[in-house]
């Protein structure tokens, strides 16, 4: 069964600080991951996309990247800046034999908090 | 482009009644998927549509249930409301749904008393 972990489960830093968000995840066998952030009482709005085939994304100042072999992927925060207070998830989509099915399955969040 | 759409944005109701959502995916695609969001489970893939059939289905029971319309509007009806049903609902759309973005709506934010 698929685990998906992500630590820490909050994090607070100073503005302009660069900063790495982890999420592990036990099998292996995904077709790809994706990162959102959530701002309090919102939908989740898409950052990167890796495909399985993948190792990292890049857009502006995240950057993400994938290692299947050991179930792990970072979000790389550039120089961040207080409107990047938000919960950033991580999901990944496995794939559910025999069926073929599949499903997203999140962690639980980084909470992050940049300090002006 | 108009994002994802949910109706309504907040709702109460009581134990034992039923609710409908509603879910109107970004113009041109095809996949909508539904999940559930608590403090105490995270978030929960409920199901996903495409095409007007159902495709993938999570781990929740049967109270549970959803349809989607030519258009690819979707909507979620839960019967039987219970107290731990209180949650933020979330759908979010894709092209295809098997190997793109998925974009999420607002959500619908249910309290049941």
């Known amino acids: 069964k698929q685990e998906v972990t992500q630590i820490p489960a909050a994090l607070s830093v100073p503005e302009g600080e660069n900063l790495v968000l982890n999420c592990s995840f036990t099998d292996s066998a995904i077709y790809n991951l994706q990162w959102f952030r959530q701002d309090p009482g919102k939908g989740l709005t898409s950052l990167l996309l890796?495909?399985?085939?993948?190792r990292e994304q890049t857009s502006g100042r995240l950057n993400a990247s994938l290692d299947k072999s050991s179930g792990r992927s970072t979000l790389y925060i550039a120089a961040s800046q207080p409107g990047d207070s938000a919960t950033y998830l991580c999901?990944?989509?496995?794939?559910?034999?025999?069926?073929?099915?599949?499903?997203?399955?999140f962690g639980t969040g980084t909470r992050l908090k940049v300090l002006a | 482009k108009a994002g994802v759409t949910q109706t309504p944005r907040y709702l109460i109701k009581t134990r034992g009644q039923q609710v409908t959502l509603s879910c109107s995916p970004i113009s041109g695609h095809r996949s909508v998927s539904w999940y559930q969001q608590t403090p105490g489970q995270g978030l929960q893939f409920l199901f996903e549509?495409?095409?007007?059939?159902?495709?993938n289905k999570g781990n929740f029971p049967g109270r549970f249930s959803g349809r989607q319309f030519s258009n690819s509007r979707s909507e979620m009806n839960v019967s039987t409301l219970e107290l731990g049903d209180s949650a933020l609902y979330l759908c979010?759309?894709?092209?295809?749904?098997?190997?793109?973005?998925?974009?999420f709506g607002p959500g619908t934010r249910l309290l049941v008393l």
């Open positions: 999901a990944v989509r496995t794939q559910n034999p025999p069926s073929g099915t599949y499903k997203y399955i």
């Open positions: 549509y495409f095409s007007e059939t159902q495709r």
């Open positions: 890796i495909q399985s085939s993948q």
């Open positions: 979010a759309s894709s092209l295809s749904g098997a190997q793109e973005t998925q974009y």
